[in-house]
């Protein structure tokens, strides 16, 4: 089965070229509980977060369930959300939502 794509905001490169100091997080599938269950590993997690203001620039998502994921990350950044927030948000578990835990504890 293919992984779905969701992207939002900045891309590393685009982040390179506007200026950003930037840290760069990447989680791969394999390491989320739901994907093992749901036996669709593949893909990962990619986030940009300005180190400057801890702010989320972008983030691109390949796999199981990335279209809904990605609205927690729009909230997030449409109301200007530090990215501890979610990093230390609770979610149900096992659910791929989850691994933003993971993915925001890497930066």
């Given at each position: 089965?293919?992984?779905q794509f969701a992207h939002i905001g900045l891309r590393e490169r685009e982040a390179k070229d506007q200026g950003y100091d930037y840290k760069v997080a990447k989680l791969p599938v394999t390491s989320i509980p739901r994907a093992k269950i749901d036996r669709s590993t593949k893909g990962f997690?990619?986030?940009?977060?300005?180190?400057?203001?801890?702010?989320?620039?972008?983030?691109?998502l390949i796999c199981s369930e990335a279209n809904e994921m990605i609205n927690t990350i729009q909230v997030a950044m449409n109301a200007d959300l530090d990215?501890?927030?979610?990093?230390?948000?609770?979610?149900?578990?096992?659910?791929?939502?989850?691994?933003?835990?993971?993915?925001?504890?890497?930066?």
């Open positions: 089965m293919t992984p997690l990619k986030t940009i977060v300005d180190t400057k203001t801890n702010k989320i620039l972008g983030c691109t990215y501890r927030v979610v990093r230390d948000m609770v979610f149900t578990h096992p659910s791929m939502t989850e691994s933003f835990n993971d993915l925001f504890s890497l930066i």
